[in-house]
């Protein structure tokens, strides 16, 4: 029975008059409640803030601290108080919690020592109101996030006995835990900017021969770039084939996106080596290539800034779909209204409502 | 559409109100789904109506005088009924709200709806801390006829005078649905019917198929168990 309707309790016995002319026998005599003792202010006493209630407001949840007898060992003989040496303002919403039924989280309040006052009195903290429940467990799992990241910050020491392939990922993994793996770090690095970089100029122009005009880089010098591309491919070979071998889980890290991304970088690579000869698919060849643009994130696995993009992007994933479908609605709408508007003038541009999609999405992106 | 209409600004004036109609409706569909918010100033919704009454009772001393409890009840009363409702009166979901945390297992409603109806003696839908007390006084403190009388008030659902047989089936359906599926022995559906044509046949004296408010009193009065339970209300706050 939640405990502020006890104060109905003579209205309930009194209500029993309804029934009782038609029962067939006479009512059993009510239990002797001790309510006949008259109620007394009790004064708590916590660090010199006093607190005073009714006793029996303390006497509703008798499964607690302050509603059973365990508070008579903090009772005090000359001040004839109850003094408990805890923090005053976590208390206070304490004993609302005795007043209202309701027990509510105060934001200001620091999680754990929240946490510690509810224990100290006996209360569990399942019971706290909707209205902060969700802050409450939300601060909760930031904590124990926090804690948990300290502990693994504190995982550097080194445990004993790893076996090489452990060894091996945990240098992957934490590049500053020692000097092989910063020095494998920076290398790997190094030639993911080379290869980005021989892509871009392959493309630029560089100067006319005698009977050409300007060609771009890449087809002049052929070979060289062939060279720098075969040494990038492997170095990226190699390393995706170590981490392969050191992963705990091969399966998981063949899954993960940082694996499928070193996969898609090196494959067009392998895939022009066995169709280089044919004229056919050589087309499509090429524009494999663009591929290659996809080493760029790789290094997402050497800055942390990349990878809290990525996490970003995806969390407020649907808030950006809803975006881009509003978007489209609106686009058709007006595309829609366009079309209808210009087709009676012949020399229209707007041949068709897709044809009017163009001009729509143009304007409303304000490119003009 | 082309062939009967001749004139070309017929046809460009129709495609005018269509796409008129088009844009209209879908800024209309936007309003409605949310996405844009078109009021004027004197739909703007006035949220801070206040929806609640507040009364405040009369003086103790008042209370005192008319009812017959001592000062300290009265406190004792008015500190528990303003706890559950701070502003003063209860309304018939309140009140049944309030009646169920004490029958949890079975369905209270009707019940407390009787006696919602009985307590609010100025037929006004809510319930103020006098009538509250006023009616206590009566069950609690009263005679033995103040109290038959209040319960016929309870049972005389229409208020006309006298208890026909359906009145006194609802109330005796509402009972047995308050005490819920849990008694013992478990109650089959007869039972109410049954126990309302003993009931008639104790009070009602004349056998007019009606119980008025003296044959209630002098059947109750000569009823043993039930002058017993009466003297129970007597210790109750």
Excluded at chain 1, 24 to 33: G, K, R, S
Excluded at chain 1, 55 to 66: A, F, M, Q, S, V
Excluded at chain 1, 93 to 108: A, E, V
Excluded at chain 1, 301 to 324: D, M, N, P, V, W
Aim: net charge negative; proline share 4%; hydrophobic share 40%.
């Amino acid at each position: 029975m939640a405990s502020g309707v006890s104060g109905w309790l003579p209205f309930a016995r009194a209500a029993a008059i309804g029934w009782m002319p038609v029962a067939n026998c006479p009512m059993p005599v009510a239990p002797m409640a001790n309510s006949k003792r008259q109620d007394e202010l009790i004064i708590l006493n916590v660090s010199g803030h006093r607190f005073q209630t009714w006793r029996t407001t303390l006497d509703r949840y008798p499964d607690t601290l302050l509603g059973s007898s365990e508070k008579d060992f903090f009772y005090n003989e000359e001040i004839k108080e109850y003094f408990f040496d805890r923090d005053p303002d976590a208390f206070r919403s304490i004993l609302n919690f005795y007043r209202t039924g309701k027990l509510h989280y105060p934001r200001q309040q620091c999680i754990t020592a929240y946490d510690e006052e509810l224990i100290f009195f006996g209360i569990i903290p399942e019971i706290i109101g909707d209205c902060c429940y969700e802050e409450y467990k939300d601060r909760k799992r930031e904590n124990l996030e926090r804690l948990q990241d300290d502990q693994e910050e504190n995982k550097d020491m080194k445990p004993p006995n790893m076996t090489c392939r452990e060894t091996m990922w945990r240098a992957f993994e934490t590049p500053h835990t020692s000097t092989m793996a910063l020095v494998f770090y920076y290398v790997t690095g190094f030639f993911i900017a080379i290869s980005v970089l021989t892509n871009v100029v392959e493309t630029v122009p560089c100067g006319s021969t005698a009977n050409q005009k300007d060609m771009p880089c890449g087809e002049r010098y052929t070979v060289a770039f062939f060279c720098m591309d075969t040494a990038c491919v492997m170095i990226f070979t190699v390393e995706y084939l170590l981490r392969l071998f050191a992963a705990p889980s091969r399966y998981r890290f063949m899954r993960s996106v940082m694996s499928i991304i070193d996969v898609v970088a090196i494959l067009p690579y392998y895939i022009g080596l066995v169709m280089s000869n044919n004229e056919d698919v050589s087309g499509a060849f090429v524009t494999l290539r663009v591929f290659r643009v996809f080493r760029i994130f790789k290094f997402s696995r050497h800055s942390q800034g990349l990878r809290i993009l990525g996490y970003t992007l995806k969390s407020c994933a649907s808030e950006l779909g809803f975006l881009l479908f509003s978007l489209t609605m609106a686009i058709i709408i007006f595309a829609t209204v366009m079309f209808y508007a210009e087709k009676g003038s012949s020399s229209s541009k707007f041949t068709s409502i897709p044809a009017s999609f163009w001009y729509t999405i143009v304007t409303m992106t304000t490119l003009g | 559409m082309y062939l009967f209409l001749k004139e070309k600004w017929e046809v460009e004036g129709l495609q005018t109100v269509g796409i008129l109609l088009v844009v209209c409706s879908s800024l209309k569909l936007m309003h409605f789904l949310g996405l844009i918010d078109i009021s004027t100033p004197d739909s703007v919704e006035d949220d801070f109506e206040l929806s609640t009454v507040c009364h405040r009772p009369e003086s103790m001393d008042k209370l005192q005088q008319q009812t017959k409890f001592t000062k300290k009840e009265l406190q004792v009363l008015y500190r528990g009924f303003k706890n559950e409702c701070p502003c003063g009166v209860v309304n018939e979901e309140n009140f049944k709200t309030i009646y169920s945390q004490f029958f949890p297992q079975g369905d209270s409603s009707m019940y407390a709806h009787f006696l919602f109806e009985a307590f609010d003696t100025n037929n006004n839908g809510s319930v103020s801390f006098e009538d509250f007390v006023f009616g206590l006084s009566i069950i609690l403190r009263g005679t033995i006829n103040d109290r038959l009388n209040w319960a016929f008030n309870l049972y005389d659902l229409n208020k006309d005078g006298c208890i026909t047989k359906e009145e006194m089936l609802d109330i005796m359906k509402s009972i047995y649905d308050m005490m819920g599926k849990y008694t013992y022995p478990t109650m089959q559906d007869d039972i109410p019917r049954e126990h309302v044509e003993s009931f008639f046949q104790k009070m009602d004296r004349n056998k007019d198929g009606v119980v008025t408010i003296e044959e209630f009193i002098e059947s109750c009065k000569k009823d043993e168990s039930i002058m017993q339970s009466m003297q129970l209300f007597d210790n109750v706050i």
